[in-house]
């Protein structure tokens, strides 16, 4: 809210020299002090909200800097998992395989031996 006061006060500091220029009459004392007060106010406002700028700033690094670090050990605790997760398909698979060599070499060494038994289940 105090923005537009600030910029009122400019506008109103401005016409009052461009009148004062126009008389073709110096500015008076109070004319230079009004001056030196609105150039004040102005610069008062500038610097609150630099300062209200650079503490946001400051708390949105923290803040940003513990997200990264959370988000960094989540993708670590991610990528075990992952790791982990493709270890044991690699290793299911593998188990599936030896299974299945397992499974045909039994059904072949059967009917090799007992030929007259049928191990066929309604195929």
């Known amino acids: 809210m105090r923005k537009p006061l600030v910029k009122s006060w400019v506008i109103i500091s401005l016409c009052l020299f461009a009148l004062a220029g126009c008389a073709n009459k110096p500015p008076t004392t109070a004319d230079l002090m009004r001056q030196h007060a609105t150039e004040g106010g102005a610069q008062v406002d500038l610097k609150n909200q630099l300062t209200k700028d ?64 049928d191990i066929n289940l309604g195929k």
């Open 54 to 117: 650079w503490e946001k700033g400051a708390k949105l690094v923290e803040t940003g800097e513990k997200r990264v670090k959370d988000g960094e050990k989540r993708v670590k605790s991610a990528e075990r998992e992952l790791k982990r997760g493709q270890d044991d398909i690699e290793r299911g698979r593998s188990e599936i395989s030896e299974g299945q060599k397992l499974i045909n070499m039994s059904e072949k060494k059967f009917r090799e031996n007992f030929p007259r038994l």
